[in-house]
């Protein structure tokens, strides 16, 4: 089994997670802004070997995890960190609001049809996570998930998120015990920071696309949105899918933890290229012969 990389940023197993004592800027002494750049892309370049290994051991699959706010920078960090990376071995998902037909399953369903086949890195923008914190925030939601007993309120609510934190860390520890090395990020970026950024997506035109109204509406309920948070980070952050809480106001330094991380964490599978038998070597050999042979004649 290995083990989750150590991180100033990893959510506790015990329990013990506050989102008010969670940092959303650098530490001091953070790496400058141009140490920053280099890193990343030392850590990105290392990542793209790692992942040709991955593929060629095909033992394990990685699924990284992405839940932020609205403008925290999910959509940046996932471009960053995968930059550089070969294609072929990387899928990314985004989830939006379900369909009828993922409706029609259970809160899951959809979610365990996009994880990686193994020797692939799969990225979830937003995820299964969203059932329950968008949905808790929201519970008028569920009234289009037609469960068996509807119209779930006050304190069943209460129960509905145990009952869904107790399937998401069962359906995670299934996923792990058959090779999937789980990473969730957190990108915890401040009220303050959020609402910048906002504004920038306003007054620059190119970015214009990007803003929604909706996401004013949503930035009211931030109180909300941060219990959410905590109670899910506090009951889904498991060693065999750990969840890290990344400090978001500073977008280079955020992106540098996360390639970290995840560049850790593949170190520690010892990943390695197969080694052919000597009869298989021998068949090389003869075959290189061959084509070696048919050089000469084409020559």
């Not at 329950?132 to 068996?148: G, S, T």
């Not at 190119?206 to 509406?217: C, L, T, V, Y």
């Not at 540098?256 to 964490?265: G, K, L």
């Not at 298989?280 to 084509?291: F, H, P, V």
Request: glycine share 4%.
């Amino acid at each position: 089994m290995w083990e989750p990389p150590k991180s100033p940023y990893l959510v506790p197993f015990d329990g013990s997670f506050r989102v008010s004592r969670a940092p959303t800027g650098p530490p001091d002494g953070a790496p400058k802004k141009k140490d920053k750049k280099r890193e990343l892309a030392e850590l990105v370049a290392e990542l793209d070997s790692l992942q040709a290994k991955l593929n060629a051991d095909n033992r394990f699959s990685v699924l990284l995890v992405f839940q932020a706010i609205d403008a925290a920078g999910k959509d940046g960090t996932i471009r960053a960190v995968l930059t550089g990376v070969n294609p072929a071995g990387c899928q990314v998902f985004s989830f939006k609001a379900p369909s009828e037909e993922e409706l029609d399953h259970d809160f899951l369903w959809r979610v365990h049809r996009a994880v990686p086949e193994r020797g692939r890195i799969g990225v979830l923008n937003r995820s299964h996570y969203e059932e329950v914190i968008v949905v808790r925030v929201h519970p008028e939601f569920l009234d289009a998930q037609r469960l068996p007993d509807e119209r779930r309120r006050g304190h069943r609510l209460d129960a509905l998120w145990r009952a869904r934190y107790e399937s998401i860390v069962s359906f995670e520890q299934h996923l792990a015990r058959n090779g999937t090395v789980i990473l969730k990020f957190w990108l915890n970026v401040s009220k303050r920071e959020q609402c910048q950024r906002l504004l920038d997506r306003i007054e620059d035109e190119r970015a214009n696309w990007k803003f929604s109204a909706r996401d004013i509406d949503e930035r009211k309920l931030w109180a909300e949105y941060m219990t959410a948070y905590e109670h899910t980070l506090r009951a889904t952050s498991r060693p065999w899918a750990p969840w890290y809480a990344i400090p978001a106001d500073d977008k280079r330094f955020m992106r540098m933890c996360v390639a970290d991380i995840v560049v850790r964490a593949l170190r520690s599978l010892k990943l390695e290229f197969p080694v052919l038998s000597n009869d298989a070597r021998e068949q090389l050999r003869k075959i290189r012969r061959s084509l070696q042979a048919q050089m000469k004649r084409d020559d």
